[in-house]
């Protein structure tokens, strides 16, 4: 996809560890406000441990096109004797517009290859008649949408424009398994947070869940870099942890943003 655009019928490629961590990923929620259009392109790279051993990678771009649409891509895949066990890639595209003040999201593709089994989910918005099409290649339907839903990739940009208000509590519909979905996610505190580019201070929120004893998501934001996530951590019932931090960085800003000396504990 040299020019960034995505097109009616392009494949995407896509990762069980790795499709773990491609959920953790998804967690890094009323309305996606216009400071979504002022999140300027970038390309960020992040590592992936499982149960602090090195599993993988993320690399997340986010690329305006001509037409004013823009494409957030996220790419996820096993490294070392991961990619041995579970070959698998993971991609993802969230075409979307802004419209009103609100972003809105056109299309949304997820594909994971490389494994036992190939998957591919295809979501198209029409707001003209405010219903999702959903085509897992298998039995194609329909939902009716909310006005400010999103993609389950999609909103992770919705949550750095609403930090950028100073918001305590992020309440999102979700297009999330063929369903809309509710995700409810809370301000912790501030934190210092270790990254092989230096320390940088970070906002700590996590997503709350109807059963205590579910899966935990947690994720770590920084203010000097337009909110963008700079760790991401899921624990799974079982105990499994999964861990992405941010090892790489172009198109936002990071000048004199790491390193930052605070009296907050540094998350190792």
Request: net charge positive.
């Amino acid at each position: 996809m040299p020019s960034g655009k995505l097109l009616p019928n392009e494949p995407f490629n896509g990762h069980n560890p790795m499709r773990r961590i491609a959920i953790l990923i998804l967690f890094i929620l009323p309305s996606a406000s216009l400071l979504a259009d002022t999140i300027p392109d970038f390309s960020a790279n992040y590592a992936i441990k499982l149960n602090g051993i090195q599993a993988g990678e993320l690399k997340r771009s986010l690329v305006s096109n001509s037409d004013g649409s823009r494409l957030f891509k996220s790419e996820t895949k096993a490294k070392g004797v991961f990619a041995f066990f579970k070959p698998e890639v993971i991609v993802e595209t969230s075409l979307w517009s802004s419209d009103a003040q609100k972003i809105k999201p056109i299309a949304y593709r997820y594909s994971r290859t490389g494994g036992k089994k190939d998957k591919t989910l295809l979501l198209d918005f029409d707001w003209s008649t405010k219903q999702l099409h959903i085509d897992d290649k298998q039995q194609p339907w329909s939902l009716t949408l909310k006005d400010d839903t999103l993609d389950k990739l999609l909103y992770q940009l919705a949550l750095m424009s609403d930090l950028a208000e100073q918001q305590e509590q992020f309440h999102y519909h979700i297009a999330d398994g063929g369903k809309i979905k509710q995700y409810l996610i809370s301000k912790v505190s501030r934190e210092v947070i270790s990254t092989p580019l230096g320390k940088i201070e970070a906002l700590k929120l996590t997503r709350e869940r109807s059963r205590p004893k579910d899966r935990k998501t947690t994720l770590w934001c920084a203010p000097a870099l337009n909110y963008l996530p700079v760790k991401l951590e899921h624990i799974e019932k079982d105990g499994t942890l999964f861990t992405a931090t941010l090892r790489r960085l172009n198109g936002i800003d990071s000048a004199g943003a790491f390193n930052a000396r605070h009296s907050s504990t540094a998350i190792e």
